[in-house]
């Protein structure tokens, strides 16, 4: 069992940066591969980023071109999404989530076991 909790979110001019954190509680951090993904009012949940166990690997969903950046602290249980330059298409509630590590990249949130509360972002222009 693994509990996720975010922070970090609040609201960020376009063209500024937001760094979220998920802390996360229980069982072997290391033994998931984490994501985060982001649910904008009236629409699907999609993902944003994913890394491996280790965080030597991550992935990312086209339109971060570049502006996000995924990581992790094994030894503080913390994955982290660093936004910068958010636009204002980037509003949505950003979720982490967790899921045993596999040998390929999880994009899908029904793949994913674990999921912390949610944090809003806001960006204005």
């Known amino acids: 069992q693994v509990q996720l909790v975010e922070s970090g979110g609040g609201s960020v001019q376009a063209g500024g940066s937001l760094r979220l954190s998920c802390a996360a509680s229980?069982?072997?951090?290391?033994?998931?591969?984490m994501g985060w993904f982001r649910q904008a009012p009236g629409k699907e949940r999609e993902f944003v980023a994913a890394?491996?166990?280790?965080?030597?690997?991550?992935y990312y969903a086209g339109f971060v071109k570049g502006r996000f950046t995924i990581s992790r602290d094994n030894a503080k249980n913390t994955v982290y999404l660093q936004m910068n330059s958010p636009e204002p298409e980037d509003t949505a509630v950003y979720y982490c989530?967790?899921?045993?590590?596999?040998?390929?990249?999880?994009?899908?949130?029904?793949?994913?076991?674990?999921w912390g509360q949610g944090t809003q972002v806001t960006v204005s222009s």
């Open positions: 989530a967790a899921v045993p590590y596999g040998n390929k990249w999880y994009v899908n949130d029904y793949e994913y076991n674990y």
């Open positions: 229980g069982h072997s951090f290391m033994s998931y591969d």
């Open positions: 890394i491996s166990r280790s965080g030597a690997s991550t």
